[in-house]
């Protein structure tokens, strides 16, 4: 379980440029739940990701994973248990080395990395069985540079990359928003497959109104900091989402 | 064939300066000057330790050991006081310069009454071992889970980050392993050419860049050849080349110039030469595309 305390955070501190993203802000969320949060653009979606990963440090308040106080915590340190998937494909891997190479750099994750021979043989099958679930075929490319792969397949292997140590928290940061519809419901499948099959407690952010209800079990609206909606994706349907979203551009346009 | 051998005895000590600035410039993508201090420091530090008395090979190891100490203070100033990268390795570099004159107290020192690691055998025998000991090291290293951290921390550090390491760990592993390759090949040049000079350091970089670039080129589509192995060989090219121009009447006060236009005219032959080359006339469009694979694995999968 994931808890926010009284979070505080602004940019351009004490300038006439500041901005106050997030006021003493609080938030829950539910272990081996999938939570959706979605709002326009600047609402603090992105800021609240990169304060959880450590990516930006907090003004002020607490965040508690599983009931251990992370606030203090390097981004380093806090990547021990939370995986994270970005936007961009290229971020979640390294291009110049091989498939085998990159899933091999992610099962040491945690463990220390030493001047011991990091390709270990008797882990392939782990790794070729986890590719076959992605069923991209991937498991055939195994000595494949990264850079050869599509965005999609790119995606996927950054996907498996981040959850193969099994984080107690996983923060996917509009991970489908720079592939193609096709190739994104088919990275969102596999991620709904892997965040089921493990249970994994995980944050879902998305501008995409329909994945948001379908691949999550609960949706949060964020709007300028504040949480103007929270509830269980079945009882949301696309146009009641749609509706609140098209409002809220409309106050801001109006303001 | 008294200059063939020189060239390629020169080439192989070059080679291991080009395999220091291949861990900066290749795999951590970052341009690191300081060598041109680091090179004439590993030079010094050899003079001054053989005038102690101690002997030669301990002499050359501690030389190679203390200049990895380069690359300790230009990863403190980057990672430290957020120096820029390549202000950091200036900045290094001319303090090694002050550093260099105060380590025996003179500009230039002779070294032919000293014994050298070249006393061990045949000059090219034993730079030949020290070259592939080197290589070979340095292949397995990058083998092991250190290693690979190294080259993904040049690649993309969010996914170090994101494996819960310390990028500037990566960065200092390698600056002080680049930087003690550079010293030892710097105090092999003063055991070959018998003499320390202030002024050996002098745009080294662009020799390292050119053994690299040259080393590049070579069967850019054999996956065997190891980058280690092409930058050696680079290395040896671009001395023999230079060897053969001074020997066709090149004014040796004009080979710094005509070591750049070298170091220009590959990095352009790579960068603009093969495209122009390649280009065929043809537009874009389906009937142009000649790799066809990934429309195949996309009809399979639909």
Do not use: W
Not at chain 1, 21 to 44: Q, R, S, V
Not at chain 2, 56 to 74: H, K
Request: proline content about 2%; aromatic content about 6%.
């Amino acid at each position: 379980m994931l808890r926010i305390r009284n979070l505080s955070k602004s940019f351009n501190k004490g300038t006439e440029n500041q901005v106050d993203i997030f006021t003493n802000f609080n938030l829950t969320i539910e272990k081996n739940k999938c939570t959706a949060i979605i709002g326009p653009n600047g609402c603090g979606k992105s800021t609240l990701l990169n304060l959880i990963s450590g990516t930006f440090k907090a003004d002020d308040g607490q965040i508690l994973l599983n009931d251990k106080d992370i606030s203090n915590l390097t981004e380093e340190k806090r990547a021990l248990f939370i995986g994270r998937v970005h936007q961009d494909p290229s971020m979640g891997v390294s291009p110049t080395l091989t498939i085998l190479e990159n899933m091999s750099l992610a099962d040491k994750k945690g463990e220390g990395f030493s001047l011991r021979r990091l390709v270990n043989k008797d882990r392939i099958p782990k790794y070729v069985e986890l590719l076959k679930d992605l069923d991209l075929g991937l498991e055939n490319k195994l000595n494949t540079q990264v850079k050869y792969l599509s965005g999609g397949q790119r995606q996927s292997l950054s996907l498996l990359m981040a959850t193969m140590k099994f984080p107690d928290l996983l923060l996917l940061d509009e991970h489908t928003a720079a592939l193609d519809p096709k190739t994104s419901h088919v990275v969102m499948m596999k991620t709904k497959e892997l965040i089921e099959k493990y249970k994994m407690t995980t944050i879902f952010i998305s501008h995409n109104m329909r994945d948001a209800i379908q691949y999550s079990d609960r949706v949060i609206m964020l709007d300028q900091g504040q949480v103007i909606l929270d509830k269980a994706s079945k009882e949301l349907t696309e146009e009641e989402l749609m509706d609140i979203y098209r409002r809220k551009l409309d106050e801001h346009l109006l303001h | 064939m008294k200059l063939l051998l020189t060239s390629v005895e020169q080439g192989l000590i070059f080679g291991i300066l080009a395999m220091g600035v291949f861990i900066t410039y290749k795999i951590l993508d970052m341009a690191d000057l300081s060598v041109e201090g680091t090179f004439p420091f590993g030079a010094f530090l050899f003079a001054k330790f053989i005038s102690l008395g101690i002997n030669p090979i301990l002499s050359t190891l501690l030389a190679c050991l203390f200049g990895s100490l380069a690359g300790l203070l230009t990863t403190l100033l980057f990672t430290q006081l957020k120096i820029r990268p390549i202000l950091a390795g200036i900045l290094t570099m001319t303090i090694l310069y002050s550093v260099n004159l105060k380590i025996n107290g003179r500009s230039n020192i002779p070294l032919f009454d000293y014994d050298s690691v070249f006393d061990l055998g045949s000059t090219l025998l034993v730079l030949i071992i020290i070259a592939l000991l080197v290589k070979v090291l340095l292949d397995l290293f990058l083998k092991t889970e250190t290693g690979y951290l190294l080259i993904a921390t040049g690649d993309n550090e969010a996914l170090v980050k994101s494996l819960g390491e310390n990028c500037n760990k990566y960065k200092l592993i390698g600056l002080m392993i680049a930087n003690g390759l550079v010293a030892l090949s710097g105090a092999l040049m003063a055991q070959h050419q018998g003499f320390v000079d202030i002024t050996m350091g002098a745009s080294i970089i662009v020799v390292a860049l050119a053994s690299i670039i040259i080393g590049d080129t070579i069967k850019k589509k054999s996956s065997l050849l190891k980058s280690t192995t092409r930058v050696i060989i680079g290395a040896i090219i671009y001395k023999i080349i230079g060897g053969i121009a001074i020997d066709l009447g090149l004014n040796p006060d004009d080979l710094k110039a005509v070591n750049a236009f070298i170091v220009i005219a590959f990095i352009a032959y790579n960068n603009v030469a093969l495209d122009l080359f390649k280009f065929n006339g043809k537009g874009g469009g389906v009937k142009n595309v000649t790799n066809t694979q990934p429309v195949q694995e996309l009809q399979q999968r639909y």
